[in-house]
Nanobody
Framework: QVQLVESGGRYVQAGNSLRVSCTAS????????GGWSRQAPGKEREFVAV????????YYETYAEGRFTISRDNAKNTMYLEMSSLTPEDTAVYYC???????????????WGQGTQVTVSS
């Protein structure tokens, strides 16, 4: 099982941008679809975005489309989530995960990292 570590989460003001990162320790990172999910305290986890192994296909949940960008650098075993025009509703722990299949939701992901906290102040 691949180990995933998120980083880059921080305190930001509404309207700002932020990029969070996810580094994988596994040896087959480039063979997996990568994705991001998020969860606010007391709320259900929700899907954010997914990217194909090569990075040529992406899919975003409706609220993230046009505002968030998922990307990956297989040479660095790393994927990213760039977020712009952040609002307090984006406050959550952001998790990265890997899936052996294309997916447009949480189902199918093997596991998730520990998460990185993103807090957007109003």
């Amino acid at each position: 099982q691949v180990q995933l570590v998120e980083s880059g989460g921080r305190y930001v003001q509404a309207g700002n941008s932020l990029r969070v990162s996810c580094t994988a320790s596994g040896q087959s990172f480039h063979n997996y679809f990568g994705g991001w999910s998020r969860q606010a305290p007391g709320k259900e986890r929700e899907f954010v975005a997914v990217i194909s192994p090569s990075g040529d296909w992406t899919y975003y949940e409706t609220y993230a489309e046009g505002r968030f960008t998922i990307s990956r650098d297989n040479a660095k075993n790393t994927m990213y989530l760039e977020m712009s025009s952040l609002t307090p509703e984006d406050t959550a722990v952001y998790y990265c995960g890997l899936s052996p299949h294309a997916t447009r939701g949480l189902a199918g992901f093997l596991s998730w990292g520990q998460g990185t906290q993103v807090t957007v102040s109003s």
